[in-house]
């Protein structure tokens, strides 16, 4: 009984204990890969809390007396709020439009170069709302794999050295081949919650920037025309709009 009882123990410090390197990299990366997708699961995650927040404000920004009380407004809701910045540089390019004159922005009109300034600025919120993104799609995709090949490694050296003890029982190969199959579990449980937080950070960020694009819209409209056409999610700014149907 004694003897059944240790040769039973089995589990992740033996699966360590009895790997080399090549089994250790495979563990340590597969670590590192669920450490940054839960950070950045959690620092999307309060990004998009940030964001509707900020999101709920703009109905203050049109009850304003000024466009500065507005903004003000807008920036209570978060200081980096990106409806603020949307709004700060609609009425600064509004303010400024003459004081560029000399300038290869001048020859746009003004209506121009404020569409080109609220374009630039989408970009900019666009590209920090997806950073990151590629880095969970790969662990999604990739992690499988890797525990995978853990598993074909440690069987590998499993089967090598119950080949070398010259003992092939059922007992002998169940534990080294059960605790290779850890990697594929832990692989799995990496690109889960990856995969998962891939697909819904990709729709929220979709919902929050066709708000933004609607705003901007709505800015553009109440800087050149004198008020705003109060555009909802669906009436976005036709590039915006074939730029996702292509992206669709």
Request: charged content about 15%; aromatic content about 8%.
């Amino acid at each position: 009984m004694q003897e059944t009882a240790t040769g039973n123990v089995f589990g992740l410090a033996h699966l360590w204990a009895q790997g080399d390197n090549v089994s250790h990299a495979i563990a340590i990366l597969i670590v590192l890969m669920s450490v940054i997708s839960w950070y950045l699961i959690l620092a999307k995650s309060l990004d998009w809390w940030r964001l509707r927040k900020a999101s709920k404000a703009v109905a203050s920004f049109w009850a304003a007396k000024s466009v500065t009380e507005g903004i003000d407004q807008l920036r209570a809701a978060g200081e980096d709020s990106p409806y603020a910045q949307l709004a700060n540089q609609a009425n600064c390019c509004n303010c400024d439009c003459e004081a560029v004159s000399g300038r290869l922005v001048s020859q746009f009109d003004p209506s121009e170069q404020m569409e080109r300034a609220l374009r630039q600025q989408l970009a900019t919120t666009q590209a920090g709302m997806e950073s990151g993104l590629t880095f969970l799609a790969t662990t999604a995709a990739t992690a499988p794999f890797v525990g995978l090949f853990g598993t074909v490694w440690g069987i590998y050296h499993a089967l090598i050295a119950i080949g070398m003890s010259g003992q092939a029982a059922l007992e002998k190969i169940a534990g080294p081949v059960g605790e290779a199959l850890i990697m594929t579990a832990a692989g799995l449980a990496v690109a889960l919650p990856a995969v998962f937080a891939y697909n819904t950070f990709t729709r929220a960020n979709r919902l929050i920037l066709a708000d933004l694009d609607a705003f901007a819209h709505d800015l553009h409209a109440f800087f050149t025309v004198g008020k705003p056409l109060l555009a909802t999610s669906a009436q976005i700014h036709p590039l915006r709009a074939r730029a996702a149907q292509g992206a669709a």
